[in-house]
């Protein structure tokens, strides 16, 4: 097995083992505390309740009013399913913002949390990327192949366009799951895929957080799915992009080393002390005669000799009969 698979196979595998071990140490540090707030609450509500004879049908009216909306019933927001939600949004930086620690030990553990898992969560989507372009390279290479195509090499903007399918695709049919499942309008589903997968996160709109849906493994297994694939398609999507502007920059710049290395080329260098055609002594050893451009070899009677025109080459070989000698680079 190639290095580069087992280094993406043993990242996956640390990823996952990463998630487990947050939702676990979240569930631990969370759970407890928030079932206790949730009952004193419950009897908060009774206690008000009772005492300005309210209906349970008139709160809960008075509930959306003041809220703006439903409240979201997800379930146990702290147990392990809803406690693996939390550290996948946390290490994608997602951030939907819809659940928070409320313990200072639960705040602490989450920065630190951070701070290691979303390098890791990267190098993850980057390998992972680099693996979907070597699939989808071989893909291009293979239908033009069958095609006949007179070149089989596989262009960045054959990858850029395959990963951008690819990303499309992703988009669409998440949209119709989710579209499905939380009775969103698939315009809402899709804006939802698209503000999730590129990490924007804004929180208003969270699936898993109505019908205690989080109390659904299958469910939250087809979330984390979704969220783990599609990043690594948007990522490789991105990475190209990025890399193809970095090439267009790289090569801009060896063209212009290039054509400064032949300027440099095409200069005459001098050594040595010239006698010209009528006797004077240039002294090519001066800075400012290192070169034809920079040497002042007087008036064009000064560069006469045996031959007839008076062009630069014809003149340097006159001057052949010299103390030094001459380097002229054709």
């Not at 989080?214 to 990043?231: D, H, K, R, S, T």
């Not at 006797?279 to 006469?304: C, E, F, N, Q, V």
């Not at 000698?325 to 054709?330: A, D, G």
């Amino acid at each position: 097995m190639k290095k580069q698979n087992v280094r993406t196979l043993s990242l996956i595998v640390g990823t996952f083992t990463y998630l487990l071990v947050g939702a676990a140490v979240f569930d631990r540090l969370e759970s407890l505390t928030a079932e206790h707030k949730a009952s004193i609450l419950s009897k908060i509500e009774k206690q008000w309740m009772a005492k300005h004879g309210v209906s349970s049908e008139d709160y809960r009216i008075m509930e959306v009013i003041v809220l703006g909306g439903v409240p979201r019933k997800a379930g146990k927001q702290w147990k392990f399913a809803g406690a693996l939600y939390y550290a996948t949004t946390v290490l994608t930086t997602i951030g939907y913002g819809h659940s928070t620690p409320n313990t200072i030990q639960g705040k602490i553990f989450t920065v630190i949390y951070a701070v290691v898992g979303i390098p890791l969560c990267l190098v993850l989507f980057h390998s992972i990327g680099e693996r979907l372009n070597k699939v989808f390279s071989m893909i291009i290479r293979g239908i033009k192949k069958i095609l006949k195509l007179k070149s089989v090499d596989v262009t960045d903007v054959d990858l850029i366009l395959a990963v951008t399918t690819c990303s499309t695709i992703t988009i669409t049919a998440g949209a119709a799951v989710f579209s499905s499942i939380e009775q969103w309008t698939y315009f809402d589903s899709v804006y939802y895929c698209v503000i999730t997968l590129f990490t924007i996160g804004f929180g208003d709109m969270v699936a898993l957080q109505k019908d205690k849906a989080l109390e659904n493994p299958g469910y939250v297994a087809l979330w984390l799915v979704f969220i783990l694939f599609g990043m690594a398609i948007v990522a490789a999507c991105l990475n190209l992009f990025v890399l193809r502007l970095v090439t267009m920059n790289t090569e801009d710049e060896r063209r212009d080393e290039a054509e400064a290395l032949q300027a440099a080329a095409g200069a005459v260098h001098l050594e040595g002390d010239v006698i010209t055609a009528n006797g004077s002594i240039l002294s090519i050893g001066d800075p400012d005669t290192r070169s034809l451009g920079k040497a002042d070899l007087g008036s064009t009677t000064d560069m006469d000799s045996v031959c007839s025109c008076n062009c630069v080459q014809c003149s340097l070989y006159a001057l052949g009969f010299s103390r030094g000698r001459f380097k002229y680079p054709l």
